[in-house]
């Protein structure tokens, strides 16, 4: 089973930046697609940012079109959310993902993922 450990939240203000890294580790040569997800309390989990093994392909959530960048190192371990420009609506715990996807699936759609990170929080204050 694939392990997911994420890091790099925090609390900033409105218009800064922060970087999400998340670690896998454990047998994962299943995996085809990793994302981040959010979630605040009382809302269902959300899809945020999705990429296709190797990089090949990404997909974001309208909301953060144009702020938000995924990522992954070339050994595929560790997967990052390069997060600018960030809003108030921002704030959520950020929870990253390992799952199977097709290439031309939904990669933000929860439907794809089976492994999950503990979460690290970010808060965006106005």
């Known amino acids: 089973q694939v392990q997911l450990v994420e890091s790099g939240g925090g609390s900033v203000q409105a218009g800064g930046s922060l970087r999400l890294s998340c670690v896998a580790s454990g047998y994962n040569s299943r995996a085809t697609c990793m994302g981040w997800f959010r979630q605040v309390p009382g809302k269902e989990r959300e899809g945020v940012a999705g990429?296709?093994?190797?990089?090949?392909?990404?997909r974001y959530a309208d909301s953060v079109k144009d702020r938000f960048t995924i990522s992954e190192d070339n050994a595929g371990n560790t997967m990052y959310l390069q997060m600018n420009n960030l809003k108030p609506e921002d704030t959520a715990m950020y929870y990253c993902?390992?799952?199977?996807?097709?290439?031309?699936?939904?990669?933000?759609?929860?439907?794809?993922?089976?492994?999950w990170g503990q979460g690290t929080q970010v808060t965006v204050s106005s």
């Open positions: 990429i296709y093994s190797g990089g090949t392909r990404t």
């Open positions: 993902a390992a799952g199977l996807c097709r290439l031309w699936d939904n990669l933000i759609s929860l439907d794809y993922y089976n492994d």
